[in-house]
């Protein structure tokens, strides 16, 4: 079975940092792109940051772009999001999702959809 365990979120000052961890296992980690959302209540689920199977195209989005940073180290089975200067408005539930391809097309990152197992969320709090 493919699982996803996202780990790292918490509480933290406006401008602080933090940095999310997804570890995989059941799969070909290797093999797929993996992407981060997040889910802020009474909002929809967004697609915050995305990475290919060998990390040679990213995607982010432009509220993130130039404060998180996505990663992945294929040889632990994990994806990180590196986030820095963090805001009140990025406050929500962080998920990792693997994407159904290894190198989607651009339309396709922000896509839900097109992601085939999720991991459980973490907290991101941010306080002003």
């Known amino acids: 079975d493919v699982q996803l365990q996202a780990s790292g979120g918490g509480l933290v000052q406006a401008g602080g940092s933090l940095r999310l961890s997804c570890v995989a296992s059941?799969?070909?980690?290797?093999?797929?792109?993996m992407g981060w959302f997040r889910q802020a209540p009474g909002k929809e689920r967004e697609a915050v940051a995305g990475?290919?199977?060998?990390?040679?195209?990213?995607y982010y989005h432009g509220s993130v772009k130039g404060r998180f940073t996505i990663s992945r180290d294929n040889a632990k089975n994990t994806v990180y999001l590196q986030m820095n200067s963090l805001k009140p408005e990025d406050a929500a539930v962080y998920y990792c999702?693997?994407?159904?391809?290894?190198?989607?097309?651009?339309?396709?990152?922000?896509?839900?959809?097109?992601?085939?197992?999720w991991g459980q969320g973490t907290q991101v709090t941010v306080s002003s």
């Open positions: 059941g799969f070909t980690f290797s093999s797929s792109a």
């Open positions: 990475v290919s199977w060998n990390s040679g195209r990213t």
């Open positions: 999702g693997k994407h159904s391809g290894a190198t989607p097309i651009l339309s396709s990152w922000p896509d839900y959809r097109m992601y085939t197992d």
